[in-house]
DNA sequence: CGGTTGACGGCCG
DNA sequence: ACGGCCGCCAACC
């Protein structure tokens, strides 16, 4: 499956549907978009989210470690940004990762 | 818990 | 077409 023009769209709007307060992985947004092994994908995609809208909260998509990636750039951004919503942050990595993860697959619903 | 290793798949030069 | 590079992930130590 090649590169799909929609994919990005599909990460952004995933992105969206996380809650204030809470953060998921680029695998899960992968698994859920049905595409487990694109997880690199979606972190490129996300490196694509500044200054397109809606907004999408790319600071509340992390790794599965709970881990702000992205070489050093923008990491201080996120986690202040996390910070502000209740996530707590220090260094590049989330706190109480496991209580504040939010896994699409699982939690997300259509309505 | 943190650092390292192996493997999968796409992307860029 | 080719080789090297990743904003990854899971397993191991």
């Given at each position: 499956m090649a590169a799909d023009p929609n994919f990005n769209d599909h990460v952004f709007e995933v992105a969206r549907q996380v809650p204030v307060g809470r953060v998921t992985s680029y695998g899960a947004i992968a698994k859920f978009l049905g595409v487990g092994n694109w997880s690199r994908k979606v972190g490129k995609a996300m490196g694509?989210?500044?200054?397109?809208?809606?907004?999408?909260?790319?600071?509340?998509v992390v790794n599965s470690q709970g881990r702000l990636t992205g070489?050093?750039?923008g990491i201080e951004h996120r986690a202040q940004l996390l910070a502000e919503e209740g996530v707590t942050v220090i260094g590049d990595k989330v706190q109480n990762f496991k209580t504040v993860f939010w896994d699409p697959v699982k939690e997300l619903n259509f309505d």
């Open positions: 694509l989210v500044a200054g397109i809208e809606p907004y999408v909260p790319f600071q509340r070489g050093t750039s």
